[in-house]
Nanobody, 120 residues
Framework: VQLQASGGGLVQPGGSLRLSCAAS????????MGWYRQAPGSQRELVAT???????KYADSVKGRFTISRDNAKNTVYLQMSSLKPEDAAVYYC???????????????WGQGTQVTVSS
């Protein structure tokens, strides 16, 4: 299983970006998809997650500005980011908890990270 993230870049404060992350390979089920971020000198933090049943969780810092969604048919998770602030700048990582084979536990998979820079 591999995760491929895309969509980062440079945006001005107040702007928007959309991140995507697609999983490929043989798998039985993706139970949770999510996004994390890590700024220089900081620990990686949760941004948003979405379960297979559609339950969504956001970090307080992004509530009302970011929207996570998933396309199960495409094994893809999206993060629509709006009203971006300089403090949102970080490397964003997608994460998926995937059951590769039926009747086994899930494993954590990470994308390669995509840089988001918010600057005027």
């Amino acid at each position: 299983v591999q995760l491929q993230a895309s969509g980062g870049g440079l945006v001005q404060p107040g702007g928007s970006l959309r991140l995507s992350c697609a999983a490929s390979g043989s798998m039985f089920s993706i139970i949770v998809m999510g996004w994390y971020r890590q700024a220089p000198g900081s620990q990686r933090e949760l941004v948003a997650t979405i379960t297979s049943g559609g339950t969504i969780k956001y970090a307080d810092s992004v509530k009302g500005r970011f929207t996570i969604s998933r396309d199960n048919a495409k094994n893809t998770v999206y993060l629509q980011m709006s009203s971006l602030k300089p403090e949102d700048a970080a490397v964003y990582y997608c994460n998926m908890k995937i059951i590769v084979r039926r009747f086994t536990d899930y494993d954590d998979y990470w994308g390669q990270g995509t840089q988001v820079t918010v600057s005027s």
